[in-house]
């Protein structure tokens, strides 16, 4: 296909801010390039109302399901900018022959970096104790070490491996659950594998890097969290609809949970009536796992590949469906 006359839609509100040779390159390779004109993950309406006419879609957050899609009358390739394709009806995309691919690994290090990150703020009580000294406060926080403890990652894909080899430096033990462990990469850097019920019950810190499958939506749920240790931190920067709210806020009133990070929710974003967000051992962030320079940096380009790819009727490199 002459790319000079295809027509892109590209939704990711940070695409070329980062590296703005992501918007130079495209432009000049294809004849008309429309960018997400709300500033936020567009809804199915949004999107039905933007793909009439569109060859290829660079997609964000979007809600790509069966409605948004019946409006496309030419797509040919829904180039995921990230891993997740949840919000993409992938059975929609194939009866209508829609080619859909993701960027696998290109966020991982910005994500891991983020939960660590998170470790650190909710065990050292770092929000609360910054906003005490603007308040002109001086308290003696009793925070809690990463240092001899042991820290559970659910998901060692790429992930919860860069996460661990971040972890190697702070002396503490390091469990881990996957249904296809690398066991090589494991004991190459001093990872015990382990049950998931194994993991749950000994962690200090369980942090969740799953992908939203049927299996494992709401699996954080009561029975979940009563069999982690008490005291413990829950870490989620993979997916909301992962975690059940309701039983995590009842989790952490009760005293059974010490604290949480969160980077996700199952409603993005939360009301601002969230109990969640009104409890201080709770820090939450706006999804901005994958929001870093590098990070965007690398879907952009990912995301650019493979769509023209398929528009060149060349095989992409990671295709999902």
């Known amino acids: 296909m002459n790319l000079k006359v295809c027509r892109l839609l590209v939704t990711p509100t940070s695409y070329g801010k980062n590296d703005p040779r992501l918007k130079t390159e495209l432009e000049a390779q294809v004849g008309e390039v429309i960018y997400n004109p709300t500033g936020k993950p567009l809804s199915s309406a949004d999107v039905a109302q933007l793909l009439p ?17 019946s409006a496309a009358d030419q797509l040919k390739v829904i180039a995921r900018y990230g891993v997740g394709v949840d919000n993409v009806d992938l059975v929609a995309a194939r009866e209508k022959g829609i080619i859909v691919t993701n960027t696998p690994g ?4 910005s994500v891991a970096e983020l ?9 050292r009580n770092i929000p609360e104790a910054v906003e005490a000294v603007q308040q002109g406060k001086w308290p003696r926080y009793s925070g809690v070490s990463l240092e001899g403890k042991t820290i559970g990652i659910l998901g060692l894909g790429a992930i919860g491996k860069q996460l661990a080899r971040r972890l190697s430096g702070f002396d503490c033990k390091i469990l881990a659950f996957d249904p296809f462990t690398d066991t ?17 019950r000994q962690a200090d810190f369980v ?8 299996e ?15 005291g413990s931190f829950l870490i989620n920067t993979s997916r909301g609809e992962v975690v059940d709210e309701d039983a995590l806020l009842r989790a952490l009133q009760r005293g059974h949970l010490k604290g949480a990070g969160l980077d ?28 870093t320079d590098g990070a965007t940096s690398n879907m952009g380009w990912l995301a650019m590949k493979d769509c023209l790819a398929v528009l060149k009727n060349e095989k992409p490199d990671f295709r999902v469906a």
Do not use: W
Not at 184 to 200: G, Q, Y
Not at 207 to 214: A, R
Not at 222 to 227: G, I
């Open 106 to 109: 290109a966020n991982s290090v």
């Open 216 to 230: 494992t939506r709401g699996i954080v749920n009561d029975t979940f969290l009563s069999k982690m240790k008490k």
């Open 264 to 291: 996700a929710f199952t409603i993005e974003p939360p009301d601002p009536k969230n109990p969640l967000l009104a409890l201080s051992q709770v820090i939450a962030t706006p999804h901005l796992g994958a929001q």
């Open 184 to 200: 090589a990469f494991a004991k190459n850097n001093h990872i015990e594998l382990a049950t998931l019920e194994e993991v749950i």
């Open 53 to 69: 006419g569109i060859d290829g879609y660079i997609a964000g957050l979007d809600c790509i399901d069966a409605n948004a899609l």
């Open 115 to 123: 939960a660590l990150g998170l470790m650190l703020a909710v065990a």
């Open 207 to 214: 942090s969740l890097h799953l992908p939203l499958l049927p």
